[in-house]
């Protein structure tokens, strides 16, 4: 009998996250579920009830740097190690020129972004000496092509995209396997400040589903869907200037 897999999920309250959650649980994950208020969330102690020695509930926000270094000693501890971390914390604000918020850009730069730079140079030596491990990030289809409006959150996906990039060869040298999921429209909280008709618009559930079958069954780098959406924005990325921002000055109100 193979032995369980010991996950951390960040980002798991709501949404993809808490659909994830349960996918793991169902699966027979040991799961730990952080977010900013995990140990107050009713969804999430409702399944801390029904999985009381298969889910460790770790308050943790990842805008506060003073929290990383402890948090991330006490999630390895769990279980004594982890085989896969994935994170899926997010922040998104809807924004054109006549409501920029340099506040609203910094949230959204260090929930989508710098958070994870500061969790995988604290995970990183765990991880290497344990020999193997996966780290997912999630990240967006958003990150191929910038859309009017939607910039301060697609900047710092494209940047954790080219990050993962960057660093994914020498992760794999130590038998770490970086993944990141690219994925469209999903009906959440967060896309609800949306004021426009999102195309291939996904349920949460479906979501998780899709991230979690390719977790399990593709060690590809990227996981990307859906299939429509993606490769407009694929071909948007690189059709001459002049052309993909005529396209995309459409979409303004």
């Known amino acids: 009998?193979?032995?369980?897999?010991?996950?951390?999920?960040?980002?798991?309250?709501?949404?993809?996250?808490?659909?994830?959650?349960?996918?793991?649980?169902?699966?027979?994950?040991?799961?730990?579920?952080?977010?900013?208020?995990?140990?107050?969330?009713?969804?999430?102690?409702?399944?801390?009830?029904?999985y009381p020695k298969r889910i460790m509930l770790l308050n943790f926000d990842v805008s506060n740097k003073d929290e990383t270094k402890d948090t991330v000693s006490t999630a390895w501890n769990v279980y004594d190690g982890l085989d896969i971390w994935f994170y899926n914390a997010g922040a998104y604000e809807v924004m054109g020129i006549n409501s920029w918020d340099s506040s609203?850009?910094?949230?959204?730069?260090?929930?989508?972004?710098?958070?994870?730079?500061?969790l995988m140079?604290?995970?990183?030596?765990?991880?290497?000496?344990?020999?193997?491990g996966r780290w997912v990030w999630n990240a967006s289809l958003s990150s191929y092509f910038?859309?009017?409006?939607?910039?301060?959150?697609?900047?710092?996906?494209?940047?954790?995209?080219?990050?993962a990039q960057s660093i994914q060869p020498e992760l794999d040298l130590l038998n770490i396997k970086l993944q990141i999921i690219n994925h469209g429209f999903v009906k959440t909280k967060l896309t609800a400040k949306n004021g426009f008709k999102m195309p291939q618009l996904m349920q949460a559930n479906f979501t998780a589903k899709k991230i979690f079958e390719g977790i399990e069954n593709s060690n590809s780098f990227e996981i990307r869907?859906?299939?429509?959406?993606?490769?407009?924005?694929?071909?948007?990325?690189?059709?001459?200037?002049?052309?993909?921002?005529?396209?995309?000055?459409?979409?303004?109100?």
């Open 1 to 50: 009998m193979e032995p369980k897999k010991r996950i951390w999920i960040i980002g798991a309250s709501t949404g993809i996250g808490l659909e994830f959650v349960k996918l793991c649980l169902q699966n027979d994950y040991l799961v730990i579920a952080s977010s900013r208020n995990a140990t107050n969330t009713d969804a999430l102690l409702k399944l801390l009830i029904h």
């Open 225 to 253: 869907f859906p299939f429509l959406l993606s490769l407009f924005l694929r071909i948007l990325r690189f059709l001459p200037y002049k052309i993909s921002l005529s396209l995309t000055k459409k979409t303004l109100p």
């Open 104 to 118: 609203k850009f910094e949230q959204m730069n260090e929930v989508n972004y710098l958070g994870i730079v500061r």
């Open 121 to 132: 140079t604290e995970l990183l030596p765990y991880f290497k000496n344990s020999g193997k």
């Open 146 to 163: 910038g859309l009017p409006q939607g910039g301060g959150y697609s900047a710092p996906k494209a940047a954790l995209v080219n990050l």
